[in-house]
Structures are given as C-alpha cells and as structure tokens.
C-alpha cells in the first residue's frame, strides 16, 4: 500500500503535503496537477508534513492535489540501449518526447523496452556469483554491454540457470539465482540503482596509473590527467570552458562519454546533439555519439532536477568502464564541501570481482561568480579533485586560447610515481622533468616580462627579452591551440612530444642578441613559422618542409 | 480580466506589506491572477487556507476589506498579427487607447523548447556596427547581453540595431524606461517607417516597478507566436535587465526571502535564464533572438546581474569607453573572420601595453608605434558605431590595416589565408 498525501502548501516549487503514511527522506513521490503528474523529492519531513522539491513548474497547483509516494529514492534505469541517447535530469529519453516544447510531467523510457538484444551467457549454471558478476554480455553499438548481478543483491548467490544465446527484450529473465536458503530470484537485463549512492561492487580501487589524452597541448604535456583521475576546470564566463569542454569531450581516449549539461546554454547543448552524430571518432572509425550518453537540464529547465542530472550522469558511468563527464555548476548547501569531495570520490580505477578493471575520470567545470577562484564552490572542489584547470581572464581576454593558465594550472598525477612510470614507458624517459623545464622557462619569462614591464625596454638586459620571448615561444606553440582548426584541434601525443622537445631545445640555445628589437623580430618570425606547422597535417611534406625551415632558421641565427 | 459572474469575492484581506497582501482563500492554484482593490495582482504563495499575492502596482491604498477576486487563470497574451505596429503596457493592454487585442489568449513563461528539437543558430543578423558585426557576431536563436555603463547610449545603440537589423519582427520590451526614452523609440520608429515590424511592450519610470516583471515574458510570448506559428525570424530587445533584476529583488525581499549576493535573490540565475533561454532557433525557419541591456553600476562586471547574466548569455557585448571581447560561433560568415578578429583584438591588446609604455615615459619601439596607428584606425574606420558597413567590407578593412602596419610575420594568420587576403 503505498503512501498518499494531499498538496497543504506551495511556495515555488517546494509543496508541502500532508501524508498519510510513512515518508523517507529523498523519496521520490507525484504530485498531480489535474491530470498532469509531476515528479518531485522528499527534501525534509516535520511531523505529517513532507516537504517535496517539484522538477517541475507548479502553475495552476491547488491546496487539496493529489500526491503519491513511490517508497524509493530517485532511480537510474540500467540497461542496455543507454548509448546515444539524449536524457534529460531525471533520465527521460527528450528525443521520444512530442512537440517542440516540453510539456509539463513529460515521462518517457529511458531505454526502449521493446528492443531485441543478442544476450551470450558467460555464467554458467553451478556458478557462485554476487553483486556485479558477469552473467552475460549484449553487443551494443561498438561495446560489449555486460549484464551483470544487481548491484543491490546483496550477500552471494548460485547461478541456477542462465539463458541461452538468443535474442531477447531487456525485460526478459536472462537468469535465475538461488540464495543459501534456495529462494530464486529471477534476473533480468534492467537493473535500477538510487543515483545519489556510490556503486560498491568492486574488490579494490588501486591509484590511478595511466594517463587520458585529450588532444589538447595545455593538458597533456603540462598537466596530465589520468584514467580514473579527477579533474576540475574553473573559469569566468567568456573564458572558453564551453569550446575546452567539447574539444576533451570530441578527444578524449575514453570508451564511453558520458556529458552532463547541467544549468547550461541550451545552444551549446544543441552544438553536441548536432555535430556529435556527424564526427568521427579517429581512433575507431565510428561516429561519436555512439559512445555518448547526454545528460542535459538546460538553464532554464527546472533547477531542482538539475542536481539530479549529475547524480544520474555518475550513476550511469559507474556501471559502465571507462568513461568521462563534464558537469556544470551546482547549488551551494551548508555542507558543500562534503558533498562535493563525495561525488568527486565517485571516480576512480576500479578492479571487479573478475579480476577486470574498470575507470570514471571525471572532469566537471565550474563557473565560478565573478570569475572570483576563492568562492566556495572552486574552493571545496580544489580539495576534492586532483587536476586543476584554471582558465584565465587574461588570457581570454588576449586570444590565448585555451585559456588555461600554465602557471596556476597543476595535475598532482605528475608527482604519482605510477604515472612518472607510464610516462616514462610511453613517451620518453624522465618525461616528467622535461615538463617541469618547461614550466619554469615560463614562470621566468613572466618575471623577465615583469621586469620589462617596470624598467622599460632599455631598462634591462637583452638577456631578459630573450628569457621573456622564449616563454611566448612556449605558450603560443605548445600552450595556445586553435580549436576551431580541423588539424590543429586535436595533437596526438606523438606530435606533442615533438614540437615540445622541438620548442624546448630551442629554448635551451642561447641566441645573445644584439638588441632587443632584433630579439623580438627573431622570435615573433618563429613564432609564425611554429604556427604554420601546427595547422599542418602530421608528417605531411608541409609538416616537414616548415620543420626544416625552423632548422634553418635558428642555425643561421645561432651561427651569427 | 473580465469579471464572471459566479466569481467569490473575498472581502476579507489579513497582512499587508508595501508589495503583497495575505488572506484566506479555497480553491486557488499557484501562479494565478486576481484583482485586489481594483488591482492586478498574482498568487505567489499558498499555505493552507493563507494565500500571499503579490501586487503589481504596489498596495498603496489598499485596505483591509478591499475586494479580492481570483481569476482562475495565470497571465495571459491575445496572440495575433495585431500585435504588429502597437505599444503595449506590462499587462499586454494597448497604450494610448486603440481598440482591444483579439486572438489567442497564451500563457506568458509557457514551457521550454525540448532542446532536441532545437537547431544550431548559424544565420547572421547583421546590425552594421562593426564592434558588434566583427568581434561579437550576432546569430539568430543567439541571446546577447550588451553590458552598459549607465552614461552610454545604450537604447540609441538599441534602436539602431532594431532599425538596421535584418529580422521579419522586432519586439521591445522595455522595463524602467524613462518617459523620454520611450518617446524616443517610439518617435525613431515611426520616422523609419518601421512600425509595421515592431511590437512594443513598455514600463516606464512611472509605472509601478513590479510589474516590470510581466514585460520580458509577455515581449516572448509574442515573440514566440511570430517565431513558432509563424516561423518569422524575430529580434527582442529588452532594455533594461539590471532593472528587471531590481524589481525582481523587491518582490524577494518583501516576501522575506534570504537575499544572495548583492541582495539579488538566490534565484537571479534561473529566473534570468527562464528569460535568455527563450532564444531559439527553430527547425521551422523561425528564430528568437534576444539583445538585452544590462547597465553597470560603477562598471562593475562582477556584480550578481551582469555576472549571472554573462554565464547563461553567449558572448558579451560592452558598450563603453574600452574596447570589446567576445567569440564567433557563426558558421555562416566568411572562413577569415574568427583568425582576423583575433588577431585584430591581440593587436589592439599590443596597442593598449604600447599604451601605459607611453605613459610610463619609457620609449616606444617601432612595433609599438605601428600598433597604436592600427589601434587608431581600428576604431575609427570600424569600432565607431555610426560606421555602417557589410561585413565582408569589413574584413576587408581589416586586412587593409593588417597590410598597412604590420608585416605578415606579426599578424600570424594561417598561410593559406594571408595567400588570399592580404593586402600590400
């Protein structure tokens, strides 16, 4: 018998309900409005009364409305069939819903249930099993789905039988397990898991030990980010945390992308509706979308469900393997900090009771009011994640794009001895050391400028204008990229090691110019020259022949 | 607003506070209007019995037994061609007379457009204005914000922009305009004859503040009719959103809500984005596309409005003494425009450092002083506003400058485009 209550006030889209039974906090109950039913949340409970958040618009709501009580918290639905699918916050399929606009209380199915899916057991009768274990797999678009135990089953169970292979609907019994007392309990490829608990089903979570190319200079040559990693991108408006984020999203070495538009521009949204199913992943050959799940609660849909966008967004990736996600901002609670190092916790390297591992790298971006780094919410997600992107005004407002400051920018994963590791073994020994040259030559070309900038040209030795002119020569050959370049946009990492050690070992020379004039006319030629390189293909004859024009460029000027 | 017979009246109002008034009432529904003493007023609170409204005009002269009728219904907008060539109070009532709207009634702040089933803005609207034109590109379904200091001439700028722009309607929705500023619109759109594409929904300084807040939404509603039934591509100016903001704070504050930074309430975000995220481009043909004024106090960027109204619009236009930043995401514009307005702005940037050099007293190289010729030339052959030009002429003009002061070295422009444009 469940719960009912009846609507006792409404200030917004908090509806106070007097209930009639049992309420638990975050349950998940309807309220209707006529015949429209409204989803909203228990968010606190005095006496009989409920006070619930409504996702959606009150308008119209009387004292007196019906309200039903699901006993349940809010819920992903996991199953096959996820991928490419556009959700909105609470996991309803936007591309089954009709009309232009969004009627109110529009439900529809997160997956479709009619689908046949080819299953192939990999259980076998007599098998013991518990939360997670394999029972089967589904071949959905260019993943392997595995069906596994719910993770809500809790204890250890034996397979009693398992469907064979075939072609069934996600709802159909795939497999029947039996209990210690033999009780059975009938499996299907559904499963549904309360989106603001972590999914606990794994032996261990080692650190993370290798690192995610993005494609983008400023992150994987300065500041990497590793797989099962955290990361975290503040920035002002206007400083390009949009154009940043589709680029990783568009790049990243991931199996699956899940991204989480929460409170964001509908436009941007439409932007990866439109182009995703168009690009091309590079390095399977298969369209993008079919790796991507969108989770999207546009700005001005409403702002209660926007929470739940990202809870829905993590529950998600935490049953699949490897994936990565992008959510926006979020609201600021007394217990902020807590909840934010959680939700960052959520991510991680995982090892499963097979002996398989698993990853969710999770990158979110935070935008920050008045562009101001010290306010609460960068603050306690400073604490909680490990890769720091900070964009920068300046920088922005400069045109060196991507924004992301190279000096207060940092990735701790460059200080795990496990990455130090993979990076030695998958670009080049003590890479690492290389990459902290590379950040000192630019914390020097920012004093020299400084310097400059006080004394005046002549004021300082040519030394400083060349320190200063090597750190541009870094930043806008590695560090700026141009995103809206076919080629330039994405730099596999081959190609950074290149032209980093390339700038690098120019940088090392010394030039002894003789006035700063001439130093700067050197530098900025090179510049031009390194920037013609970057828009060109990988190894093309142009690739090559500005490579040996820069060769020959700096061994006339070195020979002087 | 009509009154029906069978309608209760209550007689009986228990708190009254400068912006709201409580009574007791059955069978009301969240969100919907009534009359309180002769004045419209809006459900904007229920606890039991106790239902808060909040006043449009303000409940000066309202007393305890004043008559309070509900209406059943939320605000709404007679939809129809009609509409065209009129000016409208915030209560969508004609101005000056002039017979009553027929059409449709709509709900004003109906719901979202599913984004799915939205289209990616790429269509140009051209204004003229080469600040706007070159470095801010406005593309329909697009919502920019021109961020103000309050001495600009921002609704100068705003009527130009509505005259020269190529959009089938154009709605204005002005909230706090002074008396002679309406006038002006009014006058300068009459003298273009453009009224025929120009829908007015107008609060003065001497109008209520409150009810301000009805503007933004009914100047959608309309704008909405002519996009979605239409399939018109509509341009809405609303002028001036620090004040709607202003107005918004009033109602929180007398209803007793925490204020937010800057004693804005803690919802300017949403409510501000309910307004911005209007901007559509539709799979019909038809678009909306917002302009809206955001004057600064102080030049104050990070002040709660400007700064939530900068996170939900895309690229910010400023209109003061400073030059402008922003970001092309047009498709539809020549394949030059992004590279050459970049390195338009890091010049101007090289000008502005060549600039405090100067007043440093330090001595200027020959790179500095060619930058400050460009910075000059730049802004007036394409910053001013009165220059009105396409923008082809003006990426023309662009690569004229770049040929001019610099050699191809320091623009750093892709080799395939400097092949192309460049000129000696």
Request: proline share 4%.
């Amino acid at each position: 018998m469940k719960t009912t209550g009846r609507v006792n006030g409404i200030i917004s889209n908090i509806v106070i309900v007097k209930a009639d039974g049992a309420v638990g906090q975050n349950e998940i109950c309807y309220v209707y409005a006529g015949d429209t039913r409204m989803m909203a949340e228990v968010i606190k409970v005095i006496g009989d009364s409920a006070y619930v958040q409504v996702f959606d618009s009150t308008r119209g709501l009387k004292i007196g409305d019906k309200v039903e009580f699901e006993g349940h918290m809010l819920e992903a639905t996991l199953a096959p069939g996820m991928l490419s699918r556009n959700y909105d916050g609470l996991q309803n399929d936007l591309e089954k819903m009709e009309g232009l606009f969004i009627a109110r209380g529009s439900i529809t199915d997160p997956v479709d249930y009619e689908a046949q899916w080819d299953f192939v057991p990999l259980a076998a009768a007599g098998d013991r099993v518990s939360a997670a274990s394999w029972l089967g797999e589904v071949q959905e678009q260019w993943v392997k789905h595995k069906i596994m135990v719910p993770f809500a089953m809790t204890g250890s169970y034996t397979v009693k039988s398992v469907a064979a292979a075939g072609k069934y609907k996600v709802t159909d019994t795939i497999a029947t397990l039996t209990d210690a007392e033999g009780r059975e309990y009938p499996v299907t490829m559904v499963q549904k898991w309360p989106v603001k608990q972590a999914v606990r089903c794994y032996t261990e979570k080692p650190r993370p030990s290798r690192v995610m190319e993005t494609g983008v200079r400023a992150i994987d040559t300065f500041n990497p980010m590793a797989e099962g990693g955290t990361g975290f991108i503040p920035g002002p408006f206007g400083a390009g945390k949009t154009v940043l984020q589709h680029a990783i999203s568009k790049q990243a070495d991931a199996d699956i992308i899940i991204m989480v538009a929460c409170g964001e521009r509908a436009n941007e949204v439409v932007e990866i509706f439109k182009e995703f199913p168009e690009l091309v992943d590079p390095r399977t050959g298969h369209k993008l979308m079919e790796r991507t799940i969108i989770i999207c609660n546009t700005s001005n849909m409403p702002v209660a469900a926007r929470e739940a966008s990202v809870y829905t967004g993590m529950t998600i990736g935490e049953m699949s393997n490897r994936l990565e996600e992008l959510p926006g901002q979020d609201a600021f609670p007394m217990d902020l900090s807590a909840i934010i190092s959680n939700f960052y916790s959520r991510a991680g390297l995982v090892k499963l009771t097979n002996g398989r591992t698993g990853s969710v790298t999770f990158l979110g971006t935070v935008s920050p009011a008045g562009g101001n780094l010290k306010e609460p919410v960068t603050e306690s997600t400073k604490k909680a994640a490990r890769c720091f992107y900070a964009l920068s005004q300046g920088r922005a407002d400069s045109k060196r794009y991507p924004a992301i400051d190279p000096l207060d920018s940092y990735s701790k994963y460059l200080e795990y001895p496990e990455i130090r590791e993979y990076l030695d073994e998958h670009i080049e020994k003590d890479w690492v050391d290389l990459v902290y040259a590379g950040k000192t030559l630019v914390q020097r070309g920012k004093e020299a400028n400084d310097q400059i900038n006080i004394l005046g040209d002549d004021g300082v030795p040519v030394e400083y204008h060349e320190r200063f002119w090597k750190s541009e020569l870094l930043d806008f050959v590695i560090l700026q990229q141009d995103a809206f370049d076919d080629i330039d946009a994405n730099c596999p990492i081959e190609r950074q090691k290149m032209m980093y050690e390339m700038v690098l070992g120019i940088c090392r020379r010394d030039f002894g110019f003789a006035d700063f004039e001439r130093c700067a006319q050197f530098f900025k030629g090179l510049i031009n020259l390194f920037r013609q390189m970057n828009y060109s293909e990988w190894k093309s004859e142009k690739f090559e022949q500005y490579r040996q024009q820069i060769e020959q460029y700096v061994d006339e000027k070195a020979a002087k | 607003m009509t009154t029906r017979a069978f309608q209760k009246i209550y007689t009986k109002i228990d708190n009254i506070t400068k912006a709201t008034v409580t009574l007791r009432a059955q069978g009301v529904g969240n969100d919907e209007l009534a009359t309180v003493g002769g004045k419209l007023a809006q459900v904007v609170k229920i606890m039991g019995e106790n239902v808060t409204l909040q006043v449009f005009a303000g409940t000066e002269g309202i007393a305890t037994d004043s008559e309070v009728i509900f209406h059943g219904e939320p605000p709404k907008l007679k939809v129809s061609d009609n509409l065209a060539g009129r000016f409208f109070n915030a209560y969508g009532e004609p101005l000056e007379g002039g017979e009553a709207l027929e059409g449709e009634a709509r709900e004003i702040g109906g719901p979202t457009v599913n984004p799915f089933r939205r289209i990616q803005p790429s269509e140009l609207i051209a204004t003229g204005i080469a600040g706007i034109d070159l470095n801010n590109t406005i593309v329909t379904g697009q919502k920019i914000p021109f961020f103000a200091d309050p001495d600009q001439p921002y609704n100068a700028v705003m009527a130009n922009v509505a005259l020269r722009a190529k959009a089938d309607k154009i709605i204005l929705g002005g909230m706090g305009l002074t008396n002679d500023d309406f006038l002006y619109f009014k006058s300068v759109f009459e003298n273009a004859g453009a009224l025929d594409r120009i829908v007015s929904f107008v609060n003065t300084t001497e109008n209520p503040p409150v009810e301000r807040l009805l503007v933004p939404d009914m100047a959608l509603t309309a704008a909405e009719y002519f996009a979605v039934d239409k399939g018109e591509k509509v341009l809405v100016l609303l002028t001036d959103m620090t004040l709607y903001a202003d107005a918004l704070a009033i109602v929180s504050n007398r209803m007793d809500q925490i204020p937010s930074k800057d004693s804005m309430p803690g919802s300017l975000y949403s409510d501000l984005a309910k307004i911005y995220e209007k901007a559509v481009q539709l799979p019909n043909g038809g678009s909306i596309t917002i302009i809206a004024v955001t004057t600064l106090s102080g030049g104050d960027i990070t002040h709660a409005i400007p700064d939530n109204t900068g996170y939900i619009t895309e690229g910010q236009l400023f209109l003061r003494n400073d030059s402008d930043t922003g970001k092309v995401i047009g498709k539809k514009t020549r394949e030059d425009h992004p590279q050459v307005m970049n390195a338009c702005v890091r010049l101007y940037a090289d000008a502005a450092n060549a600039k405090t050099k100067l007043e440093n007293g330090f001595d200027l190289s020959d790179y500095d002083e060619r930058t400050l010729k460009f910075a000059h030339d730049y802004s007036e052959k394409l910053l001013a506003i009165d220059v009105n030009i396409e923008i082809t002429e003006m990426l023309d003009t662009a690569w004229t400058l770049f040929g001019k002061y610099f050699s191809k070295e320091e623009v750093a422009i892709k080799e395939e485009l400097i092949r192309k444009y460049w000129k000696a």
